[in-house]
């Protein structure tokens, strides 16, 4: 991340090095927010904007993604950042706002793909996002089990 952000010219600021090595190891899908409160003791001086606009320059560049799941996630509509840029689905829970990676390849393939979309709309489709939305085993008490192979909602 750090030589992605050098070669499209940002300096890599002590503040700005921090930003990046606490958000690349960490898959709870923070805001800029989430961020900036674990790393304001370190640096006292540092802007809100610096972190925002460090985790913006990231997902401008694709070397991580942001997610904007709106107020229905129990989240806010602050946007959360996610650093695993390989293809994945996320599944939000509806009462803790908790977000968690789901791998692409143990999920059912789209009804619709991006070469329908652009055949049939002329639409140019950059990146394909799946939410699946519900309640996580810590909310229902159950523990967590391994994706199904055919996830349809529960009643």
């Known amino acids: 991340m750090c030589e992605g952000l050098r070669a499209r010219g940002f300096r890599l600021t002590p503040q700005r090095l921090a930003i990046v090595r606490l958000f690349s190891g960490d898959c709870s899908h923070p805001t800029a927010q989430d961020l900036f409160a674990r790393l304001r003791p370190a640096f006292p001086t540092m802007s809100f904007a610096t972190v925002y606009n460090t985790l913006d320059a990231l997902a401008q560049a694709g070397l991580s993604s ?3 799941l709106g107020a229905l996630s129990g989240l806010g509509a602050a946007t959360r950042f996610d650093p695993n840029t390989e293809p ?3 599944a939000v829970c509806d ?6 990676d789901l791998p692409v390849d143990s999920l059912a393939a789209p009804q619709v793909d991006a070469r329908t979309v ?3 709309q002329g639409f140019r489709v950059r990146t394909v996002e799946t939410i699946y939305r519900g309640t996580c085993a810590g909310c ?3 523990p967590s089990l391994p994706p199904l192979p055919n996830v349809t909602p529960e009643a």
């Open 118 to 120: 652009r055949q049939s």
């Open 140 to 142: 229902t008490g159950r």
């Open 66 to 68: 942001s997610l904007r």
């Open 95 to 100: 009462r803790c706002g908790a977000v968690v």
């Open 88 to 90: 994945h689905h996320h």
